[in-house]
């Protein structure tokens, strides 16, 4: 399983974003509190469209009940990050069990007490001096993408939801 976990979201846009980009992958969501929304309030709902009640999530008081509750491999995206989120072999720790990719609150990033415990998976998402870093919900889907590329997509449809395979072929004979 991919496990997408926000530590402290403060952007309900952002994580109604994520909402839908888990819903899109089949990944679980993770939100560490405090939070700076109700989960409730109609502008994640608005990001998330009609597929919040498909979301499996879960809400955590802090970062050591969340990790008292998950174990697996942690990657952690920050700006101090050194290595480039392609760099690892996400095929092999999924092998091994759940994958969780850790995303920080959007005005300070993860806490460096958290990063310092694990540095080896520290990553960033490379990108030009001329920005500090990317949106977070942009983040997260290209991260999860390059998850599931490495795992070939996994059980993920590849065409369009309830269409045939070769609906492209016969749209186009009914219009001749």
Do not use: W
């Not at 991919?2 to 089949?26: D, F, H, K, Q, S």
């Amino acid at each position: 399983m991919i496990n997408i976990v926000l530590y402290e979201p403060e952007i309900p846009t952002n994580t109604g974003n994520i909402m839908r980009t888990c819903v899109a992958t089949g990944a679980r969501l993770h939100l560490i509190e405090p939070l700076g929304f109700k989960l409730d309030e109609a502008s994640i709902k608005r990001s998330g469209v009609n597929y919040i009640d498909k979301l499996e999530y879960f809400v955590y008081k802090n970062f050591d009940d969340f990790k008292s509750k998950n174990k697996g491999t942690y990657y952690y995206f920050t700006r101090y990050g050194k290595k480039p989120h392609t760099s690892f072999d996400y095929k092999d720790a999924y092998s091994k069990g759940e994958i969780y990719l850790i995303f920080g609150k959007e005005s300070t990033g993860i806490p460096r007490d958290i990063l310092k415990e694990d540095l080896d998976h520290c990553m960033r998402i490379p990108m030009t001096s001329n920005v500090r870093c990317l949106n977070v919900s942009n983040c997260c889907a290209i991260v999860v993408y390059e998850v599931l590329r490495q795992l070939d997509y996994l059980d993920l449809l590849r065409t369009e939801p309830h269409k045939s395979e070769d609906y492209i072929i016969d749209g186009i004979e009914k219009h001749v």
